[in-house]
């Protein structure tokens, strides 16, 4: 009798932990704060509006195009006479 009251209270111990466990986890996550949203630095092409990060965009001077082929549309159909 004493071995099954032993492993009684050793369950009840291990239940207890369990239980108290999973309700701390379960706090944690509906108490964390979300992440911060990254903020990306976009502009428009000077050519075709298009909106893309700042980081990918191809410049020329101050403006700002999606892909060399629509700055160089743009330099010849204004007539670049930066040269």
């Avoid at 369990?18 to 996550?29: D, E, F, N, P, T």
């Avoid at 428009?44 to 700042?54: E, N, T, V, Y």
């Amino acid at each position: 009798m004493p071995i099954f009251r032993g492993l009684l209270l050793v369950a009840a111990v291990w239940l207890v932990f369990v239980i108290s466990r999973h309700l701390l986890r379960s706090h944690r996550a509906r108490t964390a704060s979300p992440p911060a949203p990254t903020y990306i630095a976009t502009v428009d092409c000077a050519s075709c509006g298009l909106r893309i990060p700042k980081t990918e965009a191809v410049t020329d001077g101050n403006r700002y195009f999606c892909c060399t082929q629509h700055r160089d549309q743009k330099i010849h159909a204004i007539g670049d006479d930066r040269k």
